[in-house]
């Protein structure tokens, strides 16, 4: 079984602000602005939150209600009303990075978790505002439990008549390598049969915050020593090289993740380990 831990939500590059932490630590990942999806700003429905109104605060009034965004990867029932009764959670990937994935075989049984950039909000005078000198944050927001990979490529008519509810994924073009991975109904026996193989994080606990917090840089990780590579234990895919590691007390592993990428791929075969932070990830 192989983790991928895929960097998704609002970034520097894409929506040009973090994710908001609201008050009482609920996170919400804000899919990125896009112009080519039929989903709007005015049609995500979040947590009770009136979530246009956030990100029109929060973006200095740059985005607005009417913006277009990328609804990838699609795993909270909720954000959309009126869904297909046969809905499953599903995510798409195209390019470079679906081709890094091709490459390190991912497919039916491994576990995408996701995660982004998070920094606290809170209101002033009715308007949102990033908390001041509130810390930026690498959170793990969700996952994504494969069932089926679907090759869209000269295969949207077959798609549709099989996953109908897949109508509006803004990856269901006819790219050559596009991409799309359809989310199990339960997670993994050993994890928990109680959740759902796909779906989101609503709040934020310590084992979610992959930024190490004693540093001013959200890209600098605190993991558990059984993420630590050797010669024999191939490390994440992009942070191969060494130097990238440090091992603390063997107890804990500080990882200076790389700026840039999508999908990080590890082979939890060789890291058993890892299993005891996954049960301790689902289950408080």
Known sequence: MKIILSRKGF???????????????????????????????????????????VIYDLSSKRLTSEQYVHLDPDIDHNILTNRHKNW???FGQVGASQKHLSNNYVGKGDLFIYFGWFREVEQHHQVWQFKKNAPDLHV???????????????????????YPWLECHPHLYNNINNTIYIGSKTLLPEISENYSGYGIFKSIRDIQILTDMRQGNRSIWKLPACFYPSEEKLALTYHRKKERWTIENNEVVILNSVGRGQEFVLDIGLYPNINRWLLDLFIP
């Open 11 to 53: 970034d520097s590059a894409n929506g040009g602000m973090p994710s908001p932490i609201f008050p009482e630590n609920i996170i919400v990942s804000l899919p990125i602005p896009s112009s080519h999806s039929p989903t709007k700003i005015s049609g995500l429905n979040v947590n009770g939150y009136d979530i246009a109104n």
């Open 88 to 90: 499953q959670g599903a």
């Open 140 to 162: 793990i927001y969700g996952w994504l439990l494969v069932e089926n990979v679907i090759s869209v490529y000269n295969n949207t008519t077959s798609i549709l008549e099989k």
